[in-house]
């Protein structure tokens, strides 16, 4: 059951790694995330390993001590999202485990943020009555049930974020912290701005970056054109034209975040060379280099 893969390292007691079947389907959780994939099935009821449900193997543990795991919980908010605009957000959620409020996107004040202090997407969406954060883990597994659906509709209470669909319900454990001021750092308006026509996919920069000067890259406007240069490499990439000179250094992996796989041209606007630039409405901290 390839949906309860992120029990395996995720769960942090051995029951945990225990699908419950019964007459609502098969259910698993690490106390986090609460996933039910709905229907009958052919599986006896009862506890599974997670490597052995697909053999029918009941575990050695009692049905008693599974936690209780329910899913007709009350919410009292609502708002529903593009699921791509979800599958964006989340590559801008930190892993960083010390800034756990970094750690999921916020829904509040009619936007959906995520945010890594490096790098932020904000999406508009529908006002909600209070401010809810949800983990950037429980979101990734999200995105690969819905797999081509469209749209998703996310239900709240004071704990939960809860998705229902015709094939599975998942609830996703809110996290309790407060979520930064991030419209502190989105320019509210930009001076400057130039065209990137010519964008090296990413599978051609890769190679080139390293992680000991945090993947840094220059992008330097001259005489009209924009090229983007690695020092260690001595190597540079025309990507675009400009009407004024600058001289930004980037993460280059902050860039490739902002764009589409394989967009080749978009426009960054900025106001100094130490200010944050956006692109595709995506905010991004310069780097010293």
Known sequence: MKEFKFLKRSAPR??????????????GTDLETYLLVKGKTDYRQGLHDVELLEHNVKSGHDVD????????????????????????????????ETRIQLNGMFIGNGDAVCVDGH???????????????????????????LKSTKEVTFSFND????????????????INREFPKYNTVIPATTKYEFNVTN????????????????NGVELIGKDGIVTMFIKQFDKSFVIGNCAE?????????????????????FVIKYNGECNPIIINESVIMPLKL
Not at 159 to 174: E, H, P, Q, W, Y
């Open 245 to 265: 000179d600058f001289n930004i250094g980037f993460n280059a992996l902050y860039i490739y975040r902002a764009i589409e796989t394989k967009q080749k041209e």
């Open 199 to 214: 964008m090296p996919l990413l599978k051609d920069i890769k190679p080139l970056l390293n992680k000991r000067t945090n």
């Open 159 to 174: 704990s939960f974020a809860i998705v229902d669909t015709d094939t599975f319900t998942m609830k996703m454990r809110l």
């Open 65 to 96: 001590d599974y936690p209780l795991v329910t899913f007709n919980d009350v919410s009292y908010d609502k708002v529903t999202m593009q699921t791509s605009d979800v599958k964006k957000l989340i590559k801008f959620a930190s892993k960083d």
């Open 14 to 27: 051995p029951i945990l790694r225990q699908l419950l079947v019964d007459d609502r389907g098969i259910i």
């Open 119 to 145: 790098t932020l997407h904000k999406v508009s969406i529908d006002k909600t009555d209070q401010e809810y954060i949800i983990p950037r883990t429980s979101l990734t597994l999200l995105i690969k049930l």
